[in-house]
C-alpha cells in the first residue's frame, strides 16, 4: 500500500466493552508508533514499537489499554472496558527505521466514540 | 517535564499576507522539532523537521521555520498565505528515544 492504513476508520461502543483498533504500517519501516488525540488537542503519544525490541510503553494511560506488533509488520491497539474519557481520534505512524530524526507517515486515524 | 507549547489558539490571516505561527519547547536538551500540518479529512503531514546545523529550515508548501535555542523557540512562517493552507498546525519536539510530545495546535483560518 501507499500509505498507512488504520481500521476502522470510526468506532462506536459502549461504556464497558472493549475495542480492537488496527493499524498497517508502510512496508518496511520499523517502527511504529500509536497516539491519542482528544477534541481540540494535540497528539498524546501512547506506544512506540522499534523493529524486534521490547515497544515502549510509557505513554500508555492506564492498564486497559495495550498493544501489540507482529513482526514489523500490523499492529493492534486494545482498550479494554472502554470509558468515555477514551473518546478520541487514535492516530497510527510508521517510520522507515528506529529513530526521532525519521519522518513518521500518519494514517487517517480511527475515531473512537465510548457512549 | 518536556513540554510544547502553541500560544495561539486560532489564527485568522488574509489571502496573501504573511503568516506565523509560534512554538515554544522546554526540554532538558535540544529537542529533535517538527512542523505537521492537519487538513479537514487528512492525515498529519510532516511540513518540516530540525534536527542541527543551519538554523532556518525550509519545508514544504513553501514554509520554513526558524530555530532559536535562545528563545527555546522554533517559529514556522510563511511569507505569502493561499486559501488551501487553512488546516491546523502542531509543533512537536522528539527525543531520540523516539517519544514525542505535541503542542495543542494553531488552526489557521484564511479569509478571502
Known amino acids: 500500500g501507499a500509505g498507512v492504513s488504520q481500521s476502522p476508520s470510526n468506532k462506536v461502543t459502549e461504556k464497558g466493552k472493549d475495542v480492537e483498533l488496527r493499524c498497517d504500517p508502510i512496508s518496511g519501516h520499523t517502527a511504529l508508533y500509536w497516539y491519542r488525540q482528544r477534541l481540540g488537542q494535540g497528539l498524546e503519544f501512547l506506544i512506540y514499537?522499534?523493529?524486534?525490541?521490547?515497544?515502549?510503553k510509557s505513554g500508555l494511560p492506564s492498564d486497559r489499554f495495550s498493544a501489540e506488533r507482529t513482526g514489523e509488520s500490523v499492529s493492534t491497539l486494545t482498550i479494554q472496558r472502554t470509558q468515555q474519557e477514551d473518546s478520541a481520534v487514535y492516530l497510527c505512524?510508521?517510520?522507515?527505521?528506529?529513530?526521532?530524526?525519521?519522518?513518521?507517515?500518519f494514517g487517517p486515524g480511527t475515531r473512537l466514540t465510548v457512549l | 517535564a518536556q513540554s510544547v507549547t502553541q500560544p495561539d489558539i486560532h489564527i485568522t490571516v488574509s489571502e496573501g499576507a504573511s503568516l506565523e505561527l509560534r512554538c515554544n519547547y522546554s526540554y532538558g536538551a535540544t529537542p529533535y522539532l517538527f512542523w505537521y500540518v492537519q487538513s479537514p479529512g487528512q492525515g498529519l503531514q510532516l511540513l518540516l523537521k530540525?534536527?542541527?546545523?543551519?538554523?532556518l529550515v525550509q519545508g514544504i508548501k513553501g514554509f520554513e521555520a526558524e530555530f532559536k535555542r535562545s528563545q527555546s523557540s522554533f517559529n514556522l512562517r510563511k511569507p505569502s498565505v493561499h486559501w488551501s493552507d487553512a488546516a491546523e498546525y502542531f509543533c512537536?519536539?522528539?527525543?531520540?528515544?523516539?517519544?514525542?510530545?505535541f503542542g495543542d495546535g494553531t488552526t489557521l483560518t484564511v479569509k478571502p
Open positions: 512537536a519536539a522528539f527525543t531520540n528515544a523516539g517519544k514525542s510530545t
Open positions: 514499537f522499534q523493529g524486534n525490541s521490547a515497544p515502549d
Open positions: 505512524a510508521s517510520s522507515l527505521k528506529a529513530g526521532s530524526t525519521d519522518t513518521q507517515y
Open positions: 530540525y534536527f542541527s546545523g543551519d538554523t
